[in-house]
């Protein structure tokens, strides 16, 4: 019990339990789920405006619920993490919204306010709040009640962001993998062992779903996996943000917010381009539509694997990229990221339309 409780146990064993467990219980379940889903004839079914040609079963986020709960329960010490509770609670709310929606379609308004509900009991609740600004723009603590509204209008983009790229075979599930695996690097070299256990728990489901989904994809997550990701992302990305204003000098970075923006760059600038394409054309932001970055790609001619291959490279890019520059000035740092990410659409863009003139020409 004395190894089992010293720091090198809980930096190498409970976390590497917490992925196994995990990455088991999704990878043993999904089957069974599948051929449920086949019974009951529990189909993501196509049409014009899906990408797929046939039935797929949409329910794979109940695995990955399943291995991530059972795991994280497991292995923390919730006495260490309190607010875990809270957490718990808000997902199990988007749980029930995410398997409605995915059985039943839900309207917009109906899924916004469950996200809105869930994000509240987070912040207000759990207390998991975005607090310091790292002086991005000069601005460094918030008060209380603006650190509030403020923290669950990010859990809400954030929620969404991973809601919405989840549009073809294995991109949620790769996304999620790298930019939750960012967190947890930092949490293992800060000694941030309950979260840790958290992430791990996570990447192990994720990695086992992961199996199924890659093209040609045997199962969806479904709204049920990607509200359950985005949330888990969304609280991730609050406690790096907290976590690293106390941490040692060693181990602190100079710009959590711009660093938590350049991990999370392929979903939340993705949702701010789609969100603001569809407002200047007086339709809802959360009207479906083909214009997300990975329908992009395919208009390329790329096929699901190859795009979604091409994001996380560009995630993993501006990941390593900002770790590189995270020294320099704080809102050059953010300006240069949206610079670079707007560059790199606008050459998406370009290459559309050369293909569609030479297909024109031909």
Known sequence: MNILHSLEAYRFLLPSLAFIFSFLITFLSIPSIIQVAELKHLFDEPDKRKLHKTKIPTLG??????????????????????????????????????????????????????????????????????????GVFGIHRLPYEISLMFSILSMLVIINSFNLIDGIDGLAGTISFIVISAYSAWFYKSNNIQELIFSMAAMGALLAFLRYNITPAKIFMGDTGSLLMGTIIAVLTIKFIHLNHDASEENRFRAAPVLALGIMIIPLFD????????????????????????????????????????????????????????????????????????????????????????????
């Open 61 to 134: 986020g109940l695995a990955v619920f399943a291995g991530i709960i059972v795991s994280t329960l497991l292995f923390t010490d919730i006495s260490k993490v309190p607010y875990l509770q809270f957490v718990m609670a808000a997902i199990l709310i988007l749980f029930f919204i995410g398997i409605k929606d995915d059985i039943i379609i839900l309207s917009p308004f109906s899924k916004f306010l469950g996200q809105f509900i869930a994000a509240t009991i987070i912040v207000w609740f759990g207390d998991i709040r975005i607090d310091a600004f790292g």
């Open 271 to 362: 949702l701010t381009r789609v969100f603001f394409v569809r407002i200047s054309k007086g339709k809802s932001p959360f009207s479906p539509d083909k214009i997300h970055v990975h329908h992009k790609l395919l208009e390329l001619g790329m096929n699901h694997l190859q795009a979604t291959f091409a994001l996380s490279v560009v995630n993993v890019f501006f990941i390593c990229f900002i770790f590189v520059f995270q020294k320099y000035n704080i809102t050059y740092l953010l300006i240069s990221i949206l610079i670079l990410a707007t560059i790199l659409m606008l050459l998406l863009e370009y290459l559309l339309r050369r293909k569609k003139q030479q297909d024109a020409q031909s």
